[in-house]
């Protein structure tokens, strides 16, 4: 393993149980075999850091919403199933993610935060591609995928350690969807429309 790749591991290990504002350039060092001075070769701070963490994060979540099959129902799935495989695999990192990504300073933080409504946008358009008729609906469906697979970060670790997490996960998270479909909306939603 390179030195780089030790130091963003050591970085997520100590992140993750501190939080950002909790560990210092030597306990990072530290952690990854390196002394602080010679961790500075690699990463101006802790700051370069967290952004290199969440804008690796961030790319291979974006690259799965990228529509392959031409199909929205299959692209939205292989979406969906990405996401909670990630999130389940990387539970530390999408924490992080969670708790500390307010501490992003400049100059990282105003391109992560295009990136990150990019990715919004993303998921918006493959869930407005499979329900087309779901109107202002879409956006909140957005969040509610996101958050319900990224709520695996802080479950405890026997729940997240559950052989079957990846398919119940994915079944609860798109269970609702069908919802979206023309004319499934509430009561409420069909009083305001008529």
Do not use: C
């Not at 799935?77 to 969670?98: G, K, M, S, W």
């Not at 501490?103 to 946008?121: H, K, N, V």
């Not at 695996?152 to 559950?162: E, G, K, L, Q, Y």
């Not at 609860?172 to 009083?191: H, I, K, W």
């Amino acid at each position: 393993m390179d030195r780089e790749r030790r130091i963003l591991e050591a970085a997520t290990e100590a992140f993750y149980e501190k939080g950002f504002h909790g560990v210092g350039v030597d306990e990072i060092g530290k952690r990854a075999g390196l002394s602080g001075p010679s961790l500075y070769r690699h990463f101006s701070g802790k700051d370069e850091i967290l952004a290199t963490l969440l804008n690796e994060a961030l790319d291979e979540l974006v690259s799965a919403t990228v529509p392959v099959h031409g199909d929205p129902e299959q692209d939205l799935d292989r979406a969906v199933r990405h996401h909670i495989t990630f999130a389940v695999e990387h539970r530390e990192l999408v924490n992080l993610y969670q708790r500390d990504v307010r501490s992003l300073a400049d100059p990282w933080r105003r391109p992560f935060d295009r990136r990150r409504a990019q990715y919004t946008a993303r998921w918006e358009e493959l869930l407005g591609h499979r329900y087309p008729d779901a109107g202002h609906r879409i956006p909140v469906a957005a969040q509610a995928i996101l958050g319900m697979i990224f709520s695996v970060s802080n479950w405890p670790r026997r729940t997240a350690r559950s052989t079957d997490i990846e398919e119940t996960l994915r079944l609860l998270t798109t269970t609702g969807l069908p919802g979206l479909e023309e004319g499934a909306g509430s009561a409420g939603d069909r009083a305001r429309t008529s």
